[in-house]
């Protein structure tokens, strides 16, 4: 059974940094897809980054170089990396995995994110 159990989130103030993690269980971190999204209230999730098993990453434009993703297929274990971080951050932040040749995505529950002075 498939498994994502996000941590890590937290409040900082503007400017502050946090690393939300993202462990899978399953044996399937291997060949996956990791992405992290967030949501807001009101709002559709959006993608924030992803990176591939092969360790090639894209990010949402509103990134603009403050997040990196990362992952250690060793730990089975997703990153976000969130540098400068701005009160419109302020989401619940999802991991997602995608099993290569598989049809299913399996998400977490989310790690709230809020950033304010």
């Known amino acids: 059974q498939v498994q994502v159990v996000e941590s890590g989130g937290g409040s900082v103030q503007p400017g502050g940094s946090l690393t939300p993690s993202c462990v899978v269980s399953?044996?399937?971190?291997?060949?996956?897809?990791m992405a992290w999204y967030r949501q807001t209230p009101g709002n559709e999730r959006e993608l924030v980054a992803g990176?591939?098993?092969?360790?090639?990453?894209n990010y949402a434009n509103f990134v603009q170089g403050r997040f990196t993703i990362s992952r250690d297929n060793n730990k089975d274990t997703a990153y976000l990396q969130m540098n400068n971080l701005k009160i419109e951050d302020t989401a619940v932040y999802y991991c997602?995995?995608?099993?290569?040749?598989?049809?299913?995505?399996?998400w977490g529950q989310g790690t709230q994110v809020t950033v304010s002075s």
């Open positions: 997602k995995a995608k099993p290569r040749f598989s049809p299913y995505e399996y």
């Open positions: 990176v591939t098993n092969g360790g090639h990453t």
């Open positions: 399953g044996r399937i971190f291997s060949t996956a897809a």
